[in-house]
């Protein structure tokens, strides 16, 4: 079991930066990946990055590629979203999850954080 409790986000103005927090709780967390999703009003929740606890190994999708990071703090066992040049397009609610490393699906979620992006 892992537990995840995200903190950060809220309203910015376009152009902006936000650093999303997800910290988590549980046994063999260096077997997992952690990931970060966001998922706007009518649409499909959305993959945005990827991190392996166990090496740092960092996976993006390409819409996010250069303006969002995805980091870790092994000793807080804390994942971070840090977002910039935001758009008013990033707006949606933004979740982290973890995986088994070795599986396909994500079965950990946080409760998830809406991020307004004003133009």
């Known amino acids: 079991q892992v537990q995840l409790v995200e903190s950060g986000g809220g309203l910015v103005q376009a152009g902006g930066s936000l650093r999303r927090s997800c910290a988590a709780s549980g046994r063999l967390l260096r077997r997992y990946t952690m990931g970060w999703f966001r998922q706007a009003p009518g649409k499909e929740r959305e993959f945005l990055a990827a991190?392996?606890?166990?090496?740092?190994?960092?996976y993006y999708e390409d819409s996010v590629k250069g303006r969002f990071t995805i980091s870790r703090d092994n000793a807080k066992n804390t994942v971070y979203l840090q977002m910039n040049g935001l758009k008013p397009e990033d707006t949606a609610v933004y979740y982290c999850?973890?995986?088994?490393?070795?599986?396909?699906?994500?079965?950990?979620w946080g409760q998830g954080t809406q991020v307004t992006v004003s133009s």
């Open positions: 991190i392996r606890w166990s090496d740092g190994s960092t």
């Open positions: 999850a973890a995986r088994f490393t070795s599986l396909v699906e994500y079965n950990y």
